[in-house]
């Protein structure tokens, strides 16, 4: 609804400002801009249309063969149904969005605007690349169809170097675009109704700003809408000339254009005009951009869905910007002491961001908080606390708004409004969608052949018959606390008489690991059983010449280790195959590597002693990559590789995409963490530890619910609010004791000589 502002100016909605815009979007922007996403996401992951002898071919096709071709088949202002070839495709979504150049082209050589068909399913897409086909082919029977040039041809080809250039400027335009949730039509939905708002916004400042600079969500609307030139065209008369005042995707902004356009918006429509999902795309001028900490891509599969236990973990983007009333004022100095909490209503209660609100501002929108929440948050609540003296100890809860995630989605343009006590609040999310696994192991009890926990409960319910064998044992957590796997490892056989028989080591070959399915069926207590469905299996083998170790996995996969130092895992390096597979190469690399590499960021596990990892000595960075080991997979689409999981062999985590099989990871990390602890005749894993640890409770703060953008927070360096791999030993901690090294020191006294001694494990584990 309408509301009037300091200086007597009315606003209007978001809603009404869209309802009410002269000008009509006369094709469907929402389905568009799903369909030019993925036409952005497959062109840039085919590297060949990328060569430059393939590109030069590509314009060529387009300017000799291909707008002769559509300028034939258009009659009067609705384009035919049908699709060129995609790079000829490409070269013409390019030249479009230069609507100046574009318009030229076509009224020079046709006399006319050429438009492009609105076909957006997929059924309707075959369609159109059929028909075109056989058009072309007709007409151009010397032509091939597909574009068939050698990429790495040295042959000169002589074209237009004005439509090269467009091309080439637009190579890296899915990287601005690339956000999986940008594909969600509740984002498209709000995003175009935020376009609207920018339309009206222009129309209504046109004669007193030069250059609107508008945000990622805007942005991928207008280059949408700009893709259909005629019907740009057409809706955008009455403002064609003031078109060339929006900047560009590859242009640099100044800070004074972007407050301007900030301004400019709130007077429209008195919101603030970055939200989530919708910042700001462009280059600032000398502001160097602060990489997100959240790394998410678009992924076709989930491949873990054939586990029952396996939950999928979804991620959202969350904005909080607060403006005083003008009210306020005149009670400035009253409320002076007073500050807002933001804190989360699941998984992370220990939360609690504070903001003075005397560094509000009465004039403007400021963006507050900008972090990374997983959806089973559930929300945010914004609280108003007051004091007496200038520290934290001792506020008083005055007030409180809550934000809860499903009320935003149901929200228009995903943003909702709250009031308390003077002070105006928005947030904005970003539709929920699936990111990386995440999965660790703990330590749990000593489990028998049979997968039941070793203890006098299962002996008492088996009649007192013995336990038979002896399997160290690890429950996997998911990133709610929630067990989904059992992972065994096999070091004993036989079983323990008082006074008689004890357990003895199996042979080497003979100590394989399990990974059961589920969690455990407890009986009394702690003590259970592991589930009975295996699903996965690694067995040591003898290395070949030139490799310290080998694994055989049950998915098919061998694994080979080879290290240079036995002091040292500095020199490791690994070989993984599989047999079965040919469709794609797999390279492990020790370290975090690509989206992995932790960069100008700070290590937290010394609060007195915080040092950029860029300046850290180089030893210091070795100690800080020692267990890490990143795997990349190597495709046609992908032949620079790509990293899709992240594992510490040491500490047992994983974080993998959707993509990889979560059993083939774990199988990995524990192999490795097996094969090195051999080497190093150390328990580098505390594998010895046969005990459940103390952990932090659940909901307290659960690792990877909430991640802060560093550009809203800089000043809070706190590990559990970030990436876990940045400072995985803390994060990974299971206690406070843990975290001091403590756990190391429990004495055997703990275990029932029934489990078997330390010398037995041991000896499965280190000889």
């Known amino acids: 609804m309408s509301k009037e502002i300091s200086g007597g100016t009315v606003v209007r909605s978001l809603s009404e400002v869209s309802e009410a815009a002269t000008m009509q979007l006369s094709v469907d922007l929402v389905s568009a801009t799903r369909r030019n996403l993925e036409f952005l996401r497959i062109v840039s992951g085919w590297q060949w249309l990328h060569q430059r002898s393939t590109t030069v071919e590509a314009v060529r096709r387009y300017d000799e063969l291909w707008m002769p071709l559509i300028a034939d088949l258009t009659v009067g202002s609705t384009p035919p149904m049908v699709l060129p070839p995609v790079d000829v495709e490409w070269v013409w979504f390019c030249h ?24 957006f399913d997929e059924e309707n897409k075959e369609y159109a690349l059929m028909r075109c086909r056989d058009v072309w082919v007709d007409r151009y029977p010397s032509e091939p169809f597909e574009n068939e040039v050698d990429s790495y041809s040295e042959e000169q080809i002589l074209v237009k170097e004005d439509l090269l250039n467009e091309v080439t400027k637009h190579r890296f335009l899915y990287s601005k675009f690339s956000e999986p949730y940008l594909g969600e039509m509740l984002y498209l939905t709000a995003a175009r109704q935020r376009y609207k708002g920018f339309l009206h916004m ?59 356009t900030k301004k400019l918006w709130e007077r429209t429509v008195d919101q603030p005009y970055e939200k989530a999902g919708g910042g700001l795309s462009m280059e600032l001028e000398r502001v160097v951009p602060v990489k997100p900490p959240v790394y998410w891509e678009v992924s076709d599969t989930d491949v873990n869905t054939k586990y029952m236990s396996m939950v999928p973990r979804f991620l959202l983007e ?81 007030d409180a708004r809550t934000f ?35 999965l660790k192991c703990v330590p749990d009890r000593v489990t028998d052949d049979s997968g039941a926990m070793v203890s006098d409960v299962i002996l008492k319910l088996n009649n007192y018959r013995p336990q038979e064998g002896r399997w160290l044992s690890r429950t996997v957590l998911n990133h709610a606390g929630r067990g989904c796997f059992v992972v065994r490892i096999r070091v004993g056989a036989g079983f323990w008489r008082r006074g008689g028989e004890t357990p003895s ?71 993984l195959r599989n047999q079965t597979s040919l469709d794609s190469s797999v390279m492990l690399l020790r370290g975090r590597k690509m989206q992995y590499q932790v960069k100008a960021t700070y290590s937290a596990s010394k609060s007195n002693d915080k040092q950029p990892e860029s300046n850290k000595r180089e030893g210091d960075k070795e100690d800080d990559e020692e267990g890490f080991v990143t ?115 429990q004495p055997a006294l ?3 000589p029934v489990e078997g001694g330390d010398k037995l494990y041991k000896r499965g584990i280190i000889a």
């Open 96 to 119: 479009t969005l230069n609507p100046v150049s574009y318009r030229q082209y076509c009224e020079t050589r046709f006399s006319k605007l050429i438009g492009k068909p609105a076909i």
């Open 750 to 752: 703990n275990y029932s």
């Open 505 to 575: 080591a199996v042979k080497w070959e003979d100590r394989i690991i399990e990974i059961r399915e589920g969690s455990w069926s407890y009986v009394a207590g702690s003590i259970g059983r592991a589930p009975e469905k295996v699903v996965g299996t690694a067995t040591p083998k003898e290395p070949p010449e030139q490799w310290q170790a080998a694994w055989h996995f049950s998915t098919g996969d061998e694994l080979m280790i080879s290290w240079g130092s036995s002091t040292s895992t500095s020199g490791m390096s690994f070989c």
């Open 404 to 438: 809860y995630w499903n009320d935003l989605l149901r929200a228009p343009s995903l943003t909702l409004a709250r009031e308390v006590d003077q002070v105006r609040i928005v947030a904005s999310i970003t539709p929920p969608v699936q990111a990386t696994y995440l």
């Open 202 to 260: 222009m129309q209504r400042f046109r004669d007193s700003c030069p250059r609107f600079v508008p945000t990622v969500d805007i942005l991928l609307i207008f280059l949408t809408h700009q893709s259909y030139p005629t019907v740009c065209a057409e809706d955008l008369k009455e403002m064609w000339v003031d078109m060339g005042k929006i900047v560009g995707a590859w242009e640099t902004v100044k800070e004074k254009e972007l407050e301007s």
């Open 631 to 745: 795997l990349i997979r190597f495709t046609e689409e992908n032949p620079t590789g790509r990293a899709t999981a992240l594992l510490n062999w040491k500490l047992l985590v994983v974080e993998l995409m959707p993509e990889e099989d979560a059993v083939f990871l774990l199988l990995l990390c524990v192999s490795i963490l097996r094969s090195v602890s051999e080497m190093r005749k150390q328990d580098l894993g505390c594998l010895l530890i046969r005990r459940r640890l103390k952990e932090a409770r659940i909901g307290d703060r659960d690792w990877g619910s909430i991640m802060l953008h560093p550009s809203c927070s800089p000043s809070i360096s706190s590990p559990y609010l970030q990436p876990w791999h940045w400072n995985a030993n803390l994060v990974m901690a299971a206690s406070d004791a843990a975290a001091a090294g403590n756990f190391t020191r």
């Open 318 to 398: 969350v904005c909080v910007s607060v403006r005083l009333n003008s009210g306020m004022k005149a009670i400035k100095d009253g409320i002076k002491h007073n500050f807002l909490r933001l804190r989360v209503i699941r998984c992370h209660r220990e939360l609690k961001l504070d903001k003075q609100i005397s560094d509000f501002a009465y004039d403007s929108w400021q963006k507050e908080w900008y972090l990374y929440g997983e959806f089973g948050t559930k929300g945010l609540t914004v609280e108003l606390h007051g004091r007496g003296g200038l520290c934290f100890g001792g506020s008083k809860l005055l």
